[in-house]
């Protein structure tokens, strides 16, 4: 905004100039100097200004001070109207995907009645954990299934009750998945949880015993955190941006006492803070708002201004040898319940989001529900099935099942016609950030398909990743230090503070093509070996 600002300074000052130079040869007036020194002194008073703000911005973030939240501003308050006094951030990079089908806030009836727990939702897993059920063995919701022959303290347990149907294999024969038919009416193991004014080595191995741990994500790496961490701090996103994302503040409807049980566990898993990101642009909701125990921090901007790794960057930035940990808002909710009601309630609101979809709404279910049952029925025809967004989910067929973290599918066309001379010709609208179709100068919603457009392409620097990724990071340059395994360069990049969530827009964007989430988590593995 700053240089628009500064642009359109220097050019009333030409223009200006131009008119009162005309008008003082036409009548000899000495008007033109004193023109060009009231105009001169205004640029100077503005340039000073703008560099003594960015100055303050610069010594704020040193500090720890959140500088958008107040100061002196030229042109009026970065705050939006109703945040005054808060902590807000007010994020200037960034893009927003408005895709159609969008779920309609409403649940429906649909229902999958095979559930799976997949080993390889938890990253650093082993390819063959230890499974302690089998074929046809009756489980309740709660218990074990199997557990990480490295960490063998951290148990993966049932979402349902019902029986195991199927142990699917992988390659090299690892374990793809433990299926589950699940009974008509869920019966939970019973449990009885610690008090909360115990000791936290007792909370810790509770949560450790009846599957909550698992819930737990461990920044840097996105890996289950080890019995014995401590982290920093705790971070909850409570909104989230990316295209056809979920509303959370309809899902946490009804939920409040849980969603706040849930918050007093894991202060008791931290010395530091339990930080809630909330949407700056949207009212969020009162369960929300009115969480105890938390640092409540706004954010206004564009995707991805809802991931919790931004947050996270704009808040309490990880260094050094810091370990941070992240949650989503339904985990919280089914930790909270674990030690209110004394059950592993693993159910969860789902959203059904894409153009493909008849419907776009809400269904309940479980966590790692059959795609093809939730989607039986309401789709239009051949469609790709996404387990998350369109940025960074992951491509699923109908006989598979929801990632353990998701709370999203989406739908979208296959896109297999070939497009004879592509952006070339005039053609139907498409998501781009690029302004070389007129549709990107509209405000309109997109049908999207899975053409990418092109194919991979020479690594060149755009400085495209730089435009949407709102975080002090250099991410071209980081993406080839990856790729040269520079270990000390990619650290000094800040490659422990991205997730591929993080990176995604930056490969929507990318014009050379790059597979830059693949790319990231190879740095990140790499990293972690060496940790």
Not at 52 to 74: N, Q, R, Y
Not at 229 to 238: R, Y
Not at 420 to 448: C, H, K, N, V
Request: glycine share 10%; aromatic share 8%.
């Amino acid at each position: 905004m700053k240089t628009n600002i500064l642009y359109f300074f220097f050019l009333s000052f030409f223009t200006l100039s131009s008119n009162v130079a005309y008008a003082a040869d036409a009548s000899g007036s000495s008007v033109l100097s004193y023109a060009l020194w009231a105009i001169a002194i205004l640029l100077i008073f503005f340039i000073l200004v703008s560099v003594g703000d960015s100055l303050i911005g610069v010594e704020a973030k040193k500090a720890g001070i959140d500088a958008d939240t107040g100061g002196f501003s030229l042109f009026g308050s970065k705050v939006p109207e109703g945040l005054e006094g808060k902590s807000v951030k007010v994020l200037t990079k960034g893009h927003d995907i408005k895709l159609a089908g969008a779920a309609a806030s409403t649940i429906s009836s649909a229902q999958a009645s095979t559930y799976a727990v997949q080993p390889k939702n938890y990253i650093g897993m082993s390819p063959i954990p230890k499974v302690v059920v089998e074929v046809g063995s009756e489980v309740k919701a709660g218990d074990v299934l199997f557990f990480d022959k490295k960490r063998p303290e951290v148990k993966y347990v049932a979402p349902v009750s019902g029986e195991v149907i199927a142990i699917n294999r992988g390659e090299k024969r690892s374990i793809k998945e433990i299926v589950i038919l699940a009974d008509k009416e869920i019966s939970y193991k019973t449990i009885q949880a610690p008090d909360l004014n115990g000791s936290r080595e007792d909370i810790v191995n509770f949560l450790l015993e009846n599957g909550a741990w698992s819930f737990i994500n461990q920044r840097p790496f996105n890996v289950v955190p080890a019995a014995d961490d401590l982290p920093k701090n705790i971070f909850i996103s409570t909104f989230d941006s990316a295209p056809l994302a979920p509303d959370l503040s309809f899902v946490v409807e009804g939920q409040g006492a849980a969603f706040q049980k849930g918050i007093d566990v894991l202060n008791k898993l931290t010395a530091g803070t339990v930080h809630l990101g909330l949407d700056g642009k949207n009212t969020p909701s009162t369960v929300f708002t009115g969480a105890k125990g938390v640092e409540h921090n706004y954010f206004v901007g564009k995707h991805p201004a809802g991931n919790v790794g931004v947050q996270i960057h704009h808040t309490a930035p990880i260094s050094g040898a810091d370990k941070v940990w992240t949650l989503g808002v339904q985990d919280v909710i089914t930790i909270g319940k674990l030690f209110s009601e004394g059950k592993f309630d693993a159910s969860r609101i789902v959203a059904l989001t894409g153009n493909e979809f008849n419907t776009p709404s809400y269904v309940k279910t479980y966590i790692g529900a059959n795609i093809g049952e939730l989607t039986k029925g309401n789709l239009k025809g051949e469609a790709r099935l996404i387990s998350g967004d369109v940025l960074s989910g992951k491509t699923k067929t109908a006989a598979e099942f929801l990632n353990a973290s998701d709370d999203q599918i989406t739908s979208i066309k296959e896109g297999k016609e070939h497009e004879m001379f592509g952006w070339l010709l005039p053609t139907t609208a498409r998501p781009s950030i690029s302004q070389t179709f007129l549709s990107g100068l509209m405000d309109i919603t997109y049908e999207a398909d899975t053409n990418t457009h092109g194919e991979k392409r020479a690594f060149v620097v755009t400085g495209q990743y730089e435009k949407v990724l709102p975080m002090d990071i250099y991410p071209q340059h980081l993406m080839k230090a990856i790729l040269v395994n520079d270990i000390e360069r990619m650290e000094g990049l800040g490659i422990n503070e991205l997730s591929e969530e993080d990176i995604a827009l930056c490969e929507f964007a990318c014009t050379s093509k790059q597979p830059l989430q693949k790319i990231l988590r190879q740095g990140l593995e790499l990293m972690r070996e060496q940790s």
